[in-house]
């Protein structure tokens, strides 16, 4: 069983900065990436950043420039820098890891419980 747990979501005003952790634990051969989603109320989950094994990142224009992905060198857990946070920022946002659990198996994605940021005008 693969499990997630993030942390660091908050309050912040606008311009400001947060910074959210997500750590992933259990059986695992391979963690392929692992990256952040969130959802506003009313709105898609939508992807905000990922980052591959082998240290590849992908942003969503809205956040390029703003928001930083990084991984620490045990690559189990994933941060998310985000600075210069605005309103529409506002959201829940879910931790994903795209697991290959042994060495027989398909890669599989897990997620997080998901942890609130609001940004306040």
């Known amino acids: 069983q693969v499990q997630l747990v993030e942390s660091g979501g908050g309050l912040v005003q606008a311009g400001g900065s947060l910074r959210l952790s997500c750590a992933a634990s259990?059986?695992?051969?391979?963690?392929?990436?692992m990256g952040w989603y969130r959802q506003a109320p009313g709105k898609q989950r939508e992807l905000v950043a990922r980052?591959?094994?082998?240290?590849?990142?992908n942003y969503a224009d809205s956040v390029k420039g703003r928001f930083t992905i990084s991984r620490d060198n045990a690559k189990t857990t994933v941060y998310l820098q985000m600075n210069s946070l605005k309103p529409e920022d506002t959201a829940v946002y879910y931790c994903?890891?795209?697991?290959?659990?042994?060495?027989?198996?398909?890669?599989?994605?897990?997620w997080g419980q998901g942890t609130q940021v609001t940004v306040s005008s």
């Open positions: 980052i591959t094994s082998g240290s590849n990142t």
């Open positions: 259990g059986s695992m051969f391979a963690i392929n990436a």
């Open positions: 994903v890891a795209t697991v290959v659990v042994s060495i027989t198996s398909h890669e599989y994605d897990y």
